[in-house]
């Protein structure tokens, strides 16, 4: 009796710690719109991140984390499913199937929130040409191209 309740707590604590692993790496459903909250753009490395906050004030943080000695293409993923209640930084493979999943989430943002001629703009125009309300539309579209750059391969 004894080894069965043993048993059957080891699995409950497997299949929470399963489940816990999966909130904290998947993406999360937020609810439209969505708003920019915060952006950040590291000239000298290239670090880029981006903060979105859905209408109900939920928060998904991530960005690329550069450095001087790497290409844009290399610059690693890195997102906060829920930085108020799990602060855990999740790092997906490069060219993986969370970073597609994430290139789709900003090309609908993208194509609701940026006209095409402000696409245009971004595409063409460096960061410090912009105007500081460009600038955090910016990041999301730098991380976008980034991201659009390596599953074009």
């Avoid at 597609?100 to 940026?114: E, T």
């Avoid at 910016?138 to 750059?149: D, F, G, K, N, P």
């Amino acid at each position: 009796m004894t080894k069965s309740i043993a048993l059957a707590t080891l699995l409950l604590l497997l299949l929470a710690g399963i489940v816990f692993q999966y909130y904290i790496t998947a993406l999360p459903e937020l609810d439209q719109p969505i708003s920019v909250q915060s952006a950040t753009c590291s000239t000298e490395a290239g670090t880029i991140s981006v903060t979105f906050e859905d209408r109900d004030g939920d928060q998904f943080h991530f960005g690329v984390r550069g450095s001087t000695d790497s290409k844009p293409q290399a610059f690693p993923l890195f997102y906060i499913r829920n930085p108020k209640l799990v602060p855990y930084v999740y790092w997906p493979s490069v060219g993986g199937p969370d970073e597609r999943a994430l290139l789709r989430v900003l090309d609908g943002w993208i194509q609701r929130n940026v006209s095409p001629e402000a696409q245009a703009r971004l595409a063409q125009a460096s960061p410090e040409a912009l105007s500081p309300s460009e600038a955090d539309v910016a990041a999301v579209y730098q991380i976008y191209e980034i991201l659009q750059a390596r599953h074009r391969r």
